[in-house]
């Protein structure tokens, strides 16, 4: 498979984007920024992991991340968006004191990056057969969880998974799916961890090997449906 990952330059996104490597697979490695330290990290996979600028903050990026796997990769099989931010002042204020400009920041990267991703990513979907565009967004965003932890946070993966299926009911030729990674150990997730990167990454791996057999759209990282 020939496969792109946004997001990947820590946490979650690192770890699927390696794991597809180790299991062979040709990786377009999207980067928020791409420094000396990140080219000598992934040069260890050789020439099949090819390092990209994406900022979702900034469609250009994205489009511009598009056209060189087109001209250089041909098409893609998947897309795995996995950027996103969790800000301080969310792990400790409510939503009546939240600092709006952190909820804003959190919309423009969890929920309204996953828009500019799709749709820079989509012609390289369209052009492979079954392609699969999957959005790492969070079980919290889901309406059934009455938690007022990170609210900001939440709010912004309720928006991230309304807009998948939004995606999912007007794209009929790409198959678009949410993936909720669990609590995982990373610089965003410490707080409320239960499992490692890695365990995310293998059950998301699995998930796009088999999403044909997949029924549903709003999945855990063991492919357990969830509700929206």
Not at 82 to 100: F, M
Not at 155 to 183: C, F, M, W, Y
């Amino acid at each position: 498979m020939v496969v792109a990952v946004i997001g990947a330059g820590r946490g979650v996104g690192k770890a699927v984007a390696e794991k597809f490597l180790q299991e062979g697979h040709q990786v377009l490695v999207g980067l928020l920024s791409i420094t000396a330290e990140a080219r000598s990290y992934w040069q260890q996979y050789g020439d099949k992991a090819t390092i990209v600028q994406t900022d979702v903050t900034r469609e250009e990026t994205l489009v511009a991340a598009s056209d060189f796997a087109s001209k250089n990769l041909g098409s893609l099989d998947a897309v795995i968006q996995a950027a996103g931010i969790l800000t301080n002042g969310d792990r400790v204020n409510d939503i009546v004191h939240t600092d709006l400009q952190e909820l804003r920041a959190m919309l423009d990267v969890n929920a309204l990056g996953l828009i500019s991703g799709f749709r820079s990513f989509y012609p390289l979907l369209r052009r492979a057969n079954n392609g699969i565009f999957a959005a790492i967004t969070a079980g919290g965003g889901t309406f059934l969880m009455e938690n007022p932890l990170f609210p900001a946070y939440v709010v912004s993966k309720a928006a991230a998974n309304k807009i998948v299926q939004t995606l999912k009911n007007t794209v009929n030729d790409v198959r678009i799916i949410a993936i909720h990674p669990g609590r995982v150990n990373t610089d965003m997730g410490r707080t409320t961890a239960e499992i490692e990167p890695e365990v995310s990454a293998t059950g998301i791996y699995d998930i796009i090997m088999r999403h044909r057999s997949l029924a549903a759209w709003f999945l855990d990282y063991n492919g357990k449906e969830l509700p929206i």
